[in-house]
């Protein structure tokens, strides 16, 4: 990605905001949607008497995949196990900041064995240190990790007790963000970052008071509107300059790409059946001094 050629915007000669953005490669991990099924229903999205296609998951998540490939990340795979229907949403399973793994305690009972799974899994993979719990919290669907600070989503699945305990086991500032729409249930469907010190998000679904500390962090934000929310557009993966996001989400990709960024749009319209976009599928691994 280093030597990738300049957006196409600057080929066309218009001049983003803040020149070239750079990719910065990334390792990914993931978890084939075999077992993938809408049986239950703990968000908005989800109709267990629409129920969802398994073979069009999988063939979705490995366009996914390749996608992240042919960007130059690094992408490992954690087995699914049968009867996790929402095991591929590995952004779920834990949050991972330099090299230290905080663990989730899921909120609905459907899910809670998916924490050991991400946890045991992380231990066999030269990351030791993974810290259990005390308090519910969803990984990076409520975590979402910038250069500085992360920001922490909490009103339907994360509780704020655990923002304060992912803080003081990473050492990181963590800020707390009131969700207040269900069908923006986890941060990652309504925000994603941009590079290490930006943001993109949809107002909509925070507070008052949340959407203030957003304007305040972040100036320079893109403002994404209800249309490119409701098709979780948000639910977006950047590297510096790639954006891995909802081909549907047609006016967000607009705005990125007069950003400076490359939207690679990809669809995921079966794994949306369970609420979950590109950002779910992928949980981040940021290594440490130590780690691999
Ligand atoms: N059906 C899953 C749930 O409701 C979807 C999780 C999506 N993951 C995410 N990071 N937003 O828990």
Known sequence: PASSPLPES??????????????????????????????????????????????????????????????????????????????????????????????????????????????????ANGFPEVREPVHTNEGEGDFLTLDRLILAGTGFRTEVAAHQEAQEFLGVPVVTLRLVDPRFYHLDTALFPLGDDNVAYYPGAFSPGSRAVLERLFPDAIVA?????????????????????????????????RHGYEPVPVDLSELRKAGGGPKCCTLELRAGQAAP
């Open 10 to 123: 600057v080929e066309r000669g218009e001049q983003p905001e803040r020149g070239a953005r750079v990719a910065r490669p990334r390792h990914f991990l993931m978890c084939r949607p075999e077992h993938f099924a809408v049986t239950y229903s703990i968000n908005p999205w989800m109709d267990p008497a629409a129920g969802a296609d398994a073979a069009r998951a999988v063939a979705q998540w490995e366009a996914l995949r390749a996608a992240y490939l042919g960007l130059g990340h690094r992408v490992s795979v954690i087995d699914p196990v049968e009867g996790l229907p929402d095991m591929v949403f590995a952004a779920n399973g834990a949050l991972v900041v330099n090299g230290r793994a905080y663990g989730a305690r899921f909120a609905h009972p459907q899910r809670a064995a998916e924490g050991p799974a991400y946890a045991a899994w992380l231990r």
């Open 225 to 257: 509107d209800e249309r490119d929310a409701a098709v979780l557009g948000l639910n977006a993966v950047c590297d510096g300059r790639n954006v891995v996001i909802n081909a549907e989400a047609t006016g967000l990709i607009a705005t990125l790409r």
